[in-house]
């Protein structure tokens, strides 16, 4: 029997396959590292981020290349494997 995969999205996606760095924060405002990353797909509400090395932070943010300055708020939803993560834009 097929299974069949039904999109719940609110946002559909858009691949992008962009360059983005997420800027981990410390305590306040203070930033505690940054990690490259490739910005698999987005949507309206989300992304798809796969990491160059673990994330365990549950809140980040990210900066996509092309959009210099323009930081969007996450927090983790998903956690596929690997370094992947899927994220809600706060």
Request: contains cysteine; hydrophobic residues 40%; glycine residues 10%.
């Amino acid at each position: 029997m097929a299974k069949y995969y039904i999109e719940q999205r609110r946002s559909p996606r858009v691949e992008i396959n962009a360059s983005g760095t997420l800027i981990l924060l410390s305590q306040g405002l203070r930033v505690a590292g940054a990690i490259p990353c490739t910005v698999v797909n987005v949507s309206a509400t989300g992304a798809l981020i796969q990491a160059s090395a673990a994330v365990e932070d549950e809140q980040f943010y990210l900066e996509v290349e092309g959009q210099p300055g323009k930081l969007q708020s996450c927090r983790v939803v998903r956690r596929p494997g690997g370094n992947r993560l899927g994220v809600a834009f706060l």
